[in-house]
T-cell receptor, first 112, second 115 residues
């Protein structure tokens, strides 16, 4: 059974600092998704990583995927308060499945 | 920008009552999903639906749950006899292609509170 582990689960950081959120998963997959969720809101798609070595960047966020290590990272550069949210990674279970397995989420708070 | 819409945004119901949550997926999408998120917890897959039938379901999706696409636009989730533990945010999602090539778009969610 596919397990997805995110760490840290809670992250409090200062504006202007850099940090990385990690997403590990337990079985082979080469498709990984990052979502942002604001309190009480839906899941906003940030990145879709569809192959080993994929790297995508949008503004202050950059996501990468290493399928050999079964690891994805979401790197935050020069954080700003607006980035405060919960970030989820989700992994496609493959094998013909249409199911995404989500991590528990990382609640990011960026302090002024 | 096309979006997935869900109604109601919040429903409060008594234990044992039937609930129907409605979703209008993005119009050219072919794959439809329901996920749920119990407050403060992770998002969990319930069911996927393609070509007018369930393609996959999780252990959570027991006989109390059903889905249908009654009119070619709406996609509904019915909970026949709600339990306290069904209280959660239910997200509908849709995709234009199979998940392994495409992106999943989520609706705003329907919060279900079972008393």
């Amino acid at each position: 059974e596919l397990k997805v582990e995110q760490n840290p689960l809670f992250l409090s950081m200062q504006e202007g600092k850099n940090y990385t959120i990690y997403c590990n998963y337990s079985t082979t997959s080469d498709r990984l998704y990052w979502y942002r969720q604001d309190p009480g809101k839906s899941l906003e798609s940030l990145f879709v990583l569809l192959s080993n070595g994929a790297v995508k960047q949008e503004g202050r966020l950059m996501a990468s995927l290493d399928t050999k290590a079964r690891l994805s990272t979401l790197h935050i550069t020069a954080a700003v308060h607006d980035l405060s949210a919960t970030y989820f990674c989700a992994v496609d279970t493959q094998g013909g499945s249409e199911k995404l397995v989500f991590g528990k989420g990382t609640k990011l708070t960026v302090n002024p | 920008e096309p979006e997935v819409t869900q109604t109601p945004s919040h429903q409060v119901t008594q234990m044992g009552q039937e609930v129907i949550l409605r979703c209008v997926p993005i119009s050219n999408h072919l794959y439809f999903y329901w996920y749920r998120q119990i407050l403060g917890q992770k998002v969990e897959f319930l069911v996927s639906f393609y070509n007018n039938e369930i393609s996959e379901k999780s252990e959570i999706f027991d006989d109390q749950f059903s889905v249908e696409r009654p009119d070619g636009s709406n996609f509904t989730l019915k909970i026949r006899s709600t339990k306290l533990e069904d209280s959660a945010m239910y997200f509908c999602a849709s995709s234009a292609t199979r998940l392994n090539t495409g992106e999943l778009f989520f609706g705003e969610g329907s919060r279900l509170t079972v008393l």
